[in-house]
């Protein structure tokens, strides 16, 4: 390297609505031709190589500092009950422990006979600025299609963060016969620095 200005650091965050990123996960597997999920090594190489193009910089200069995971989750009484589930999170689990993915869970709840997250978007928001205004990111990468998080990115981008929201635009049809769209919000893309 020629000259020490740009030797400075391009600080990465990454926050997985863990949900989603299942979903799309699960879709590559299932629904697509490749027959196979994608990896978290492979996700955080590519993101570090895209921000490296995208700031002008080097990629090893690019560094994933902090990554997060979050999801509603069922008992482990229930996942028992369904088979393989225990074991199948225990495994994902441990991908995201070895790439040092830190994991948030929030119980799922019963309303109505049926089973929802409450409350996962909320924290994920709250945490993601909470660590942006204290470890001053350079750049917050956002793995979810949610337009729920706009006023996230806003605040984010008063912070002096630049955004990136990574999502996949898919639809398929499943094994019931159910067509399937997956599309990310179109308010939220227009909000970030790098959709």
């Given at each position: 390297?020629?000259?020490?200005?740009?030797?400075?650091?391009?600080?990465?965050a990454i926050f997985y609505?863990?949900?989603?990123?299942?979903?799309?996960?699960?879709?590559?597997?299932?629904?697509?031709?490749?027959?196979?999920?994608?990896?978290?090594?492979?996700?955080?190489?590519?993101?570090?190589?895209?921000?490296?193009?995208?700031?002008?910089?080097?990629?090893?200069?690019?560094?994933?500092?902090?990554?997060?995971?979050?999801?509603?989750?069922?008992?482990?009484?229930?996942?028992?009950?369904?088979?393989?589930?225990?074991?199948?999170?225990?495994?994902?689990?441990?991908?995201?422990?070895?790439?040092?993915?830190?994991?948030?869970?929030?119980?799922?709840?019963?309303?109505?006979?049926?089973?929802?997250?409450?409350?996962?978007?909320?924290?994920?928001?709250?945490?993601?600025?909470?660590?942006?205004?204290?470890?001053?990111?350079?750049?917050?990468?956002?793995?979810?299609?949610?337009?729920?998080?706009?006023?996230?990115?806003?605040?984010?981008?008063?912070?002096?963060?630049?955004?990136?929201?990574?999502?996949?635009?898919?639809?398929?049809?499943?094994?019931?016969?159910?067509?399937?769209?997956?599309?990310?919000?179109?308010?939220?893309?227009?909000?970030?620095?790098?959709?």
């Amino acid at each position: 390297m020629s000259s020490h200005s740009h030797t400075k650091l391009t600080r990465v965050a990454i926050f997985y609505d863990g949900n989603y990123f299942l979903h799309v996960s699960n879709y590559y597997a299932f629904n697509h031709a490749r027959n196979s999920r994608i990896t978290l090594r492979g996700l955080h190489d590519f993101v570090r190589h895209r921000i490296a193009g995208e700031e002008n910089t080097e990629v090893h200069l690019t560094q994933i500092v902090d990554s997060h995971f979050f999801r509603g989750r069922i008992s482990a009484n229930e996942a028992q009950q369904r088979g393989n589930l225990l074991y199948y999170d225990r495994v994902f689990e441990d991908i995201l422990m070895w790439e040092g993915v830190i994991t948030h869970y929030l119980p799922l709840r019963h309303s109505g006979g049926r089973r929802e997250e409450k409350g996962i978007d909320v924290w994920m928001a709250l945490e993601a600025y909470e660590l942006t205004l204290l470890k001053k990111f350079d750049v917050v990468v956002m793995i979810t299609s949610d337009g729920n998080y706009v006023p996230l990115v806003r605040k984010i981008n008063n912070l002096g963060a630049r955004v990136m929201v990574l999502s996949w635009d898919f639809e398929f049809v499943d094994n019931e016969g159910k067509h399937v769209v997956t599309r990310t919000s179109q308010e939220l893309l227009e909000e970030v620095t790098y959709p």
